[in-house]
């Protein structure tokens, strides 16, 4: 009897775990980039728009360009041409996914007018409550979130 009720237990720790991925908010990492099914970085928001910008502007399937496995929406071609020139320097940290979920080591959808450019670089979070969170202190979030990002990435790309 024992064995069916360990059986049992793996059944439900399984099942709770996918119930876990599924829940909303949460993005199962599979890609670097995250994106909607349809392939859509970063729920279509222009990323130059934050650094020329300084706010979170929509973009258009006008002015898109693919990198990395995913297409990218820019208010303008100029935008799109400066993605293009140097994607690294404009992409969000952690592929878009959220920067504070990636301190404790997963992968949560970002709000893209959840954002903050530190020491030259793009960070996304969920929601403003967690932007606030994770400015509490942002150095130490952001070393920590590098850690984890680098072993998911590793996971991903193996």
């Known amino acids: 009897m024992s064995g069916l009720c360990r059986k049992a237990s793996c ?11 599924a ?13 909607s099914s349809d392939g859509i970085a970063i729920r279509g928001y222009d990323t130059v ?6 706010k979170a502007v929509k973009g258009s399937e006008e002015f898109s360009y693919t990198w990395l496995g995913a297409t990218w929406h820019f208010a303008s071609a100029k ?14 940290q952690y592929g878009g996914y959220c920067s504070d979920a990636m301190v404790d080591g997963f992968t949560a959808n970002a709000n893209p007018e959840a954002w903050r450019i530190v020491e030259g670089k ?3 979070n969920t929601s403003q409550a ?3 969170e994770w ?6 979030e952001i070393e920590r979130a590098d850690f984890q990002w680098g072993v998911i990435k590793a996971n991903l790309t193996h």
């Open 11 to 21: 059944h439900l720790i399984l099942a709770l775990f996918v119930g876990l991925l």
């Open 122 to 124: 793009l960070y996304l």
């Open 49 to 54: 728009a934050y650094f020329t910008d300084a």
């Open 79 to 92: 935008h799109r041409d400066l993605f293009a020139s140097d994607p690294v320097k404009y992409a969000p």
């Open 135 to 140: 400015e509490l202190n942002t150095a130490e």
């Open 23 to 35: 829940a909303p908010g949460l993005a199962r990492a599979t890609d670097l980039i995250n994106q």
């Open 130 to 132: 967690a932007l606030l």
